[in-house]
């Protein structure tokens, strides 16, 4: 099992950055692989990038963060990172961050056996 917590959240002025971390604990951690999602209220979660396993470390990203955000991880800390820039105000919701076994990233909610508490970012146009 991993335990996960979230952090870097803010609010931010639409264009502006925000990193995100994913602090993961649990000696199997670097077996697991990791996605960020994202939930606007009113809305179904929906993937916004994943990051294979150490053993590769392929990342994915959703076509409406495609060259604004960096998903990364270190696993010699533990942790898993998301750089958002160029915010927009439609990039506004909670995050979370899963990890699922195994060593492909899934873009389903229901594939991630575990998550953090969500952290909020918010973007003004």
């Known amino acids: 099992q991993v335990q996960l917590a979230e952090s870097g959240g803010g609010l931010v002025q639409a264009g502006g950055s925000l990193r995100l971390s994913c602090a993961a604990s649990?000696?199997?951690?670097?077996?697991?692989?990791m996605g960020w999602f994202r939930q606007a209220p009113g809305k179904e979660r929906e993937f916004v990038a994943g990051i294979g396993d150490w053993n590769g470390g392929r990342t994915y990203y959703a076509d409406s963060v495609k060259g604004r955000f960096t998903i990364s991880r270190d696993n010699t800390q533990s942790a898993v990172y998301l750089q958002m820039n160029r915010l927009e105000p439609e990039d506004t919701a909670t995050y979370y961050c899963?990890?699922?076994?195994?060593?492909?990233?899934?873009?389903?909610?229901?594939?991630?056996?575990?998550w953090g508490q969500g952290t909020q970012v918010t973007v003004s146009s």
């Open positions: 649990g000696r199997t951690y670097s077996r697991y692989a």
């Open positions: 899963g990890a699922k076994s195994g060593v492909r990233v899934s873009t389903s909610s229901d594939d991630y056996t575990n």
